[in-house]
């Protein structure tokens, strides 16, 4: 009797998801990925129950590509931390 093949998986998970919105929108893969993190934390701190978490996360991750300045504003400028430089007097 011949093994029967697995069918191949629809969508590749998030991971192929974040890939593909990196390519098209310019920003990062390894930023997207810190988006979709934070995203699923913050579900689990005070997210909606009546939203998949993975849902929870992509949205945050659609959020950020159309330049919402709600959260997340530290990896927009580049994750640079936001140190004012200063200069000392003579």
Do not use: C, E
């Not at 390894?30 to 992509?58: C, D, E, F, I, Q």
């Amino acid at each position: 009797m011949a093994a029967k093949k697995k069918p191949a998986k629809k969508g590749g998970g998030a991971d192929a998801t974040l890939r593909s919105k990196a390519a098209k929108s310019g920003i990062s893969y390894s930023t997207l990925k810190k988006v979709h993190n934070r995203g699923k934390a913050a579900y689990l701190s005070s997210g909606s129950r009546n939203v998949p978490m993975a849902a929870w996360a992509m949205g945050r991750v659609n959020s950020f590509i159309r330049g919402s300045r709600k959260h997340d504003t530290d990896l927009r400028r580049g994750g640079k931390s936001a140190k004012k430089k200063t200069t000392k007097k003579r």
